[in-house]
């Protein structure tokens, strides 16, 4: 009996140190689960951060084309034209295009002023401020699609072309050589083509434009005209008019019979020989 309850003493004790090395063996593996989904969690965070620093980068590379229109009302036409030249220099940019129309009537302007994407708030912000604005437009154009093909296809056809510059060289009947001439030739066509449109593209992003409309208005006070001068004025001016008028009425006239005098010289000739032979027709009938 002693025996019997000796044994079943050690193998309760038995029993108890096989649970307690169980469980302290499993603990582990619920610190490792939690250390795996730890790991997992600061990997989807270091992903992403890589991906917003992506993305930022997507953004900071973009290539964007910048342009404007301005209709801006001055009272001095060139000096406004001057100070936005000057500043367009100022700014690392220089003048497209600049025509100047100015009479008794109307006074315009048309600029076309190119700078660098980096100065063109600054410049649109000057000019805005050099008269009062009467329409404003600005748009762009995200061309970084066409930019980033045009780049690769450039890359492409320069490595083809490369490859047929060496198959050139190890060619050796006319038949081949003549064929991968021609090859080269289409090939460094279309790159010189691609790259003349990728060197346009790049002017575009790297220089905004900007189109300034200049005018003075009509009835203001450096440009007087007929309905602003008092009666006396306008008398006196309606005289010169029609003075002027009559004068060139009458030299009109004068032009006219000095330039047909000829002809009438001649008429008048005709004329004056036909009543000659009828009065010596005349006179030798009496005669008889």
């Not at 649109?124 to 604005?133: I, R, T």
């Not at 450039?154 to 083809?160: D, F, G, I, K, Q």
């Not at 060289?169 to 090859?183: M, T």
């Not at 009509?218 to 008398?235: K, P, Q």
């Amino acid at each position: 009996m002693k025996k019997f309850s000796m044994i079943l003493i050690l193998l309760l004790f038995f029993l108890a140190g096989c649970g307690s090395s169980t469980n302290e063996n499993s603990a582990p593996d619920f610190a490792g689960g939690d250390g795996d989904q730890a790991e997992e969690q600061k990997t989807t965070e270091v992903q992403d951060t890589m991906g917003n620093q992506d993305t930022q980068i997507t953004l900071q590379e973009r290539k964007i084309i910048y342009t404007a229109e301005v209709n801006l009302r001055v009272d001095d036409i060139e000096g406004i034209g001057e100070k936005i030249k000057n500043k367009t220099m100022e700014l690392q940019g220089f003048l497209a295009d600049y025509a100047v129309h100015i009479n008794e009537n109307t006074a315009n302007a048309n600029m076309s002023l190119k700078v660098p994407s980096k100065n063109y708030q600054a410049l649109l912000d000057f000019v805005v401020q050099q008269g009062k604005p009467d329409y404003k437009r600005e748009y762009t154009n995200d061309v970084t699609t066409q930019y980033v093909d045009l780049d690769a296809r450039v890359t492409v056809l320069r490595a083809e072309e490369e490859s047929l510059l060496n198959l050139l060289n190890q060619a050796d009947k006319v038949e081949d050589i003549l064929k991968v001439r021609a090859q080269i030739t289409s090939t460094r066509q279309e790159r010189e083509s691609l790259e003349g449109q990728l060197k346009a593209l790049k002017n575009d992003i790297e220089y905004a434009t900007i189109q300034v409309s200049l005018y003075k208005p009509r009835n203001s006070d450096a440009n007087i005209n007929m309905e602003n001068l008092n009666i006396f004025s306008r008398s006196w001016s309606g005289f010169i008019y029609g003075f002027n008028s009559l004068l060139a009425k009458t030299g009109n006239v004068v032009v006219f019979f000095f330039t047909a005098l000829p002809t009438l010289a001649l008429i008048a000739l005709v004329i004056f020989g036909l009543v000659w032979i009828k009065k010596r027709i005349n006179n030798k009938g009496k005669d008889s």
